[in-house]
T-cell receptor, first 116, second 115 residues
Framework: GAVVSQHPSRVICKSGTSVKIECRSL??????MFWYRQFPKQSLMLMAT?????????EQGVEKDKFLINHASLTLSTLTVTSAHPEDSSFYIC????????????FGPGTRLTVL | QKEVEQDPGPLSVPEGAIVSLNCTYS??????FMWYRQYSRKGPELLMY????GNKEDGRFTAQVDKSSKYISLFIRDSQPSDSATYLC???????????????FGKGTKLSVIP
């Protein structure tokens, strides 16, 4: 099956710093990537949809200046949490849709962010 | 009413039992239906993918979609302790546009298979 990687898997940072999370599709091209966050015992909450070469579309309530998304190539999307605060601590997961295929999305293993 | 309803459980079954998981939905535009398995602190893993109504079988897993009732199911036969995880249903519509290909998830059902 299609493989999606995320880096780092875990990050701890101080309040006020910025953190970049990478999402890569390893064996396929992904025209669309999605970023989710998940709180403990909750389902996935879509933050934004990212299409290669264009600006991301953010869901209502998600601050685009705080969560910067870049999708510069068909295999890489990045999420930067700027000026992180403790309330940004969460599990961030990306997914990628296989270009030209159906609506299957393949998820990365997630990144656990802890802001002190 | 939420777009996708899924009983969060928890659901505990003995090893070897048949497990039945299900979701209901309200948006008749949904045409793609998926089941994901998520282990603790891991990303979701795609288990089953179906388009429109019908059944699909893959090993011990069977997915059913009944669009007339807006009801989908996942059956796990001969359940194993390794099946213990949270199972998420997800669905999307087929239209193109700003919201295309976005998945709407259920809350997930936590399953424990007891040896």
């Amino acid at each position: 099956g299609a493989v999606v990687s995320q880096h780092p898997s875990r990050v701890i940072c101080k309040s006020g710093t910025s953190v970049k999370i990478e999402c890569r599709s390893l064996d396929f091209q992904a025209t669309t990537m999605f970023w989710y966050r998940q709180f403990p015992k909750q389902s996935l909450m879509l933050m934004a949809t990212s299409n290669e070469g264009s600006k991301a579309t953010y869901e209502q309530g998600v601050e685009k200046d705080k969560f910067l998304i870049n999708h510069a190539s068909l295999t890489l999307s990045t999420l930067t949490v700027t000026s992180a605060h403790p309330e940004d601590s969460s599990f961030y997961i990306c997914s990628a849709r296989v270009a030209g295929a159906h609506n299957e999305q393949f998820f990365g293993p997630g990144t656990r962010l802890t802001v002190l | 009413q939420k777009e996708v309803e899924q009983d969060p459980g928890p659901l505990s079954v003995p090893e070897g039992a048949i497990v039945s998981l299900n979701c209901t939905y309200s948006n008749s535009a949904f045409q793609y239906f998926m089941w994901y398995r998520q282990y603790s602190r891991k990303g979701p893993e795609l288990l089953m993918y179906t388009y429109s109504s019908g059944n699909k079988e893959d090993g011990r897993f069977t997915a059913q979609v009944d669009k007339s009732s807006k009801y989908i199911s996942l059956f796990i036969r001969d359940s194993q302790p390794s099946d213990s995880a949270t199972y998420l249903c997800a669905m999307s519509s087929a239209y193109s546009g700003a919201g295309s290909y976005q998945l709407t998830f259920g809350k997930g059902t936590k399953l424990s298979v007891i040896p």
